[in-house]
């Protein structure tokens, strides 16, 4: 487990402010700016496109299926994200407890590349690290205690993540 943890501290520091530097923002500067973020699975059957901040909330969640799949991930409105070429054909879909979350992933590879969250279900959570690398400049990391789901959605506002807001796209 340790290392999971050490591989999330590490991509965190790379993802850091040392990138506002070299654009010269100041971190609060760029969490407002939208992007088209590119992305999707290994075998890159299932392609996507999401509009979001450069700067992202990643939720590292420690459900019975996340925590398995060592998953984290932002959570963008359903209406910023669009699923590219024949990707539908690819993907397969896995439920269970309250079979409200549809967890996505590619039938070829296996990889959850994103799917719809029981905490948002007008919105998509997307896989940090399967975008495609040069349009994350910051990802800030928040734990979502999944074992204890009910008061976890509450005390967390994750609902928040999915509506939709008025910002500048870049």
Known sequence: MPAIC?????????CSSE???SEGLEPSEMDSKKVVHSGGCHCRRV????EAPASVVVW?????NCFMR????????AEKFELLGDSKEFLTTYTFGTHTAKHTFCKICGITSFYIPRSNQDGVAVTFMCVDPGTLTHVEI??????NWESSYIESNIASCSKVQNEEIV
Do not use: E, M
Not at 6 to 14: E, G, V
């Open 142 to 147: 928040k734990n979502f205690d999944g074992k």
């Open 19 to 21: 990138n506002y530097a």
């Open 60 to 64: 590292k969640c420690d459900c019975s």
């Open 6 to 14: 050490n591989c999330f501290s590490l991509l965190a520091s790379i």
């Open 70 to 77: 060592g998953n984290a991930h932002f959570i963008v409105p």
């Open 47 to 50: 392609r996507w496109k999401v």
